[in-house]
């Protein structure tokens, strides 16, 4: 059954080098639909440049990358949009898709920001304006999500509940997803594939594969390896509160 | 009552409002207020050109601007000076080498003066077919691209991971102004295009809070700028297109105090 399962994102062997020195290289991974992929890594190993390379924002790359669907939503990790400009909430919704009012709202009520609709991008908080960024994101129900650091700045009840959304969107959705985050709990909770970048693939497998790897002990320290046993336990009471929100 | 003459340059002003309101606020948009300056500068290049080798001078115009676009992004990848050096660079030196053209050229009578501050009463029949054919293609072309355009304003990333497109829509905006030049060029001039471009949309941006009303008022800014200018330079006897710049301020004036009223009634 596992193999059935379409292929929406190959990427082979890929890097990029900027005047002459490697960001990142020989990265290779796959999404299939419903599933989770994350990269993990400290500063500066090349998360977000393999995000960009798996999306096509670079031109000169080495490797290949194969995209077997054109339904895709991104939630970059900066986004410096120029302030000078008038563009309500709703108005950047429908950036790059035709979306009905009711698609709008129901997409801005997921993240939990409904009430800012009409609101000036300019005159959102960071951590509101986060929440926009992942509605726009999944509004136009895409295929493949990428999210880079998307909970960034989102008050820690806010944490929790947007990456349930997250899980649920790519359980029910079958939406797939490659998700850069920080909050090693919440990668090991959710996802069914890790990479552990450093410059480079350091590790990779599933989550239980990948905190026993030695490179990642290193990565982390030997703490983060403790990390499972939480997740294990945090597990079970996710799924209780998952039931909740079903009932909504 | 009113000349022809006068209703010609009515006519050709309203077609430049209409075209310069929309593409003017993304002009803001994108910060390329200097750029279009640049491009306006070359414009004379472009008709010195257009004399020495008898061409359509709109279309020697609309050629040198993107000859001068395209030379810019080559500059781009090859120094490391800011964009707004090279942008100073390619206005002045265009401009001077169009000057020096000029100076060759000592069979031709010239006006320089009507080159630059444009000559609006003098618009021809053949004029305002080329601003009004010219100006509906640009717009029904802006129309066409302006989502991706749009998203390739926000973010380029963005734009780019959603299958938009960004570097052909930032290449047809840039050839959309390079046409806007090319046209009108006889009416306002080149010192005053950029005028026109950036003053309603900057006086829109004042009074608006989406793209789309911003565009609009732009569009009624740039005509209002117009109606006023080309009446008082009648009344007045005042130079046109400057005429027609010193309303656009105006306006721009009054709608900083409209600001100032908005956010004392909020509080």
């Known amino acids: 059954m596992e193999n059935k399962k379409k292929v929406l994102l190959k990427v082979e062997n890929v890097g990029v080098s900027m005047n002459d020195k490697s960001l990142v290289k020989g990265v290779s991974f796959e999404v299939k639909e419903g599933e989770i992929v994350t990269l993990i890594g400290p500063n500066g190993s090349g998360k977000s440049t393999t995000a960009k390379i798996a999306l096509g924002i670079y031109k000169k790359i080495d490797g290949k990358v194969k995209t077997y669907t054109n339904k895709i939503g991104y939630v970059p990790q900066k986004i410096s949009i120029d302030w000078t400009l008038p563009i309500r909430v709703s108005d950047f919704m429908t950036l790059t898709e035709e979306l009905t009012q009711d698609q709008i709202n129901i997409a801005l009520n997921l993240t939990g920001v409904e009430h800012l609709k009409n609101k000036s991008l300019s005159n959102l908080s960071g951590g509101e304006f986060q929440r926009v960024l992942i509605a726009?994101?999944?509004?136009?129900?895409?295929?493949?999500?990428?999210?880079?650091?998307?909970?960034?700045?989102?008050?820690?009840?806010?944490?929790?509940?947007?990456y349930e959304l997250i899980k649920k969107i790519s359980d029910k959705m079958k939406c797939g997803i490659l998700l850069i985050s920080h909050d090693l709990h919440v990668v090991m909770s959710a996802t069914d594939y890790v990479l552990c970048l450093n410059g480079h693939v350091c590790c990779s497998g599933t989550p239980h594969h990948v905190?026993?790897?030695?490179?990642?002990?290193?990565?982390?320290?030997?703490?983060?390896?403790?990390?499972?046993?939480?997740?294990?336990?945090k597990h079970d009471h996710t799924h209780s509160q998952d039931g909740t929100i079903d009932q909504k | 009552m009113l000349d022809d003459f006068f209703i010609r340059a009515l006519l050709a002003g309203i077609g430049i409002a209409l075209i310069t309101g929309p593409i003017g606020c993304f002009v803001i948009w994108r910060r390329l207020s200097f750029f279009a300056g640049t491009l306006a500068h070359s414009a004379l290049l472009g008709v010195t050109m257009a004399l020495v080798f008898e061409l359509n001078i709109a279309l020697s115009v609309f050629l040198i601007s993107?000859?001068?676009?395209?030379?810019?992004?080559?500059?781009?990848?090859k120094t490391n000076l800011p964009n707004d050096a090279l942008l100073g660079l390619l206005a002045h030196s265009s401009l001077a080498i169009g000057l020096v053209i000029i100076g060759f050229l000592t069979t031709i009578r010239f006006d320089v003066m009507g080159l630059l501050f444009g000559d609006i009463l003098a618009v021809s029949q053949s004029d305002?077919?080329?601003?009004?054919?010219?100006?509906?293609?640009?717009?029904?072309?802006?129309?066409?691209?302006?989502?991706?355009?749009f998203a390739s304003t926000i973010n380029y990333d963005l734009a780019k991971a959603e299958g938009m497109n960004p570097d052909r829509y930032n290449a047809i905006f840039t050839i959309l102004m390079a046409a806007i030049i090319a046209i009108s060029i006889k009416i306002v001039g080149l010192l005053l295009i950029t005028g026109m471009l950036i003053i309603p949309a900057?006086?829109?941006?004042?009074?608006?809070?989406?793209?789309?009303?911003?565009?609009?008022?732009?569009?009624?800014?740039?005509?209002?700028?117009?109606?006023?200018?080309?009446?008082?330079?009648?009344?007045?006897?005042?130079?046109?297109?400057?005429?027609?710049?010193?309303?656009?301020?105006?306006?721009?004036?009054?709608?900083?105090?409209?600001?100032?009223?908005?956010?004392?009634?909020?509080?």
């Open chain 1, 136 to 162: 726009r994101a999944i509004s136009k129900q895409p295929e493949l999500l990428v999210l880079d650091e998307p909970v960034q700045g989102v008050d820690f009840k806010g944490e929790i509940a947007l």
């Open chain 1, 211 to 233: 905190v026993q790897d030695s490179k990642y002990k290193e990565l982390f320290g030997d703490r983060a390896s403790n990390i499972l046993s939480l997740y294990e336990h």
């Open chain 2, 66 to 77: 993107a000859v001068i676009a395209i030379f810019l992004l080559q500059l781009q990848t």
């Open chain 2, 128 to 149: 305002l077919l080329l601003i009004w054919g010219g100006g509906i293609f640009i717009l029904i072309i802006l129309k066409i691209i302006w989502k991706p355009l």
């Open chain 2, 202 to 267: 900057a006086l829109a941006r004042n009074i608006s809070n989406n793209p789309v009303q911003m565009s609009l008022l732009s569009t009624i800014g740039g005509l209002l700028s117009i109606l006023i200018g080309l009446f008082s330079s009648l009344k007045f006897n005042t130079a046109s297109g400057p005429s027609i710049i010193t309303a656009a301020l105006l306006l721009f004036l009054i709608s900083l105090i409209k600001i100032k009223k908005f956010s004392e009634l909020k509080k």
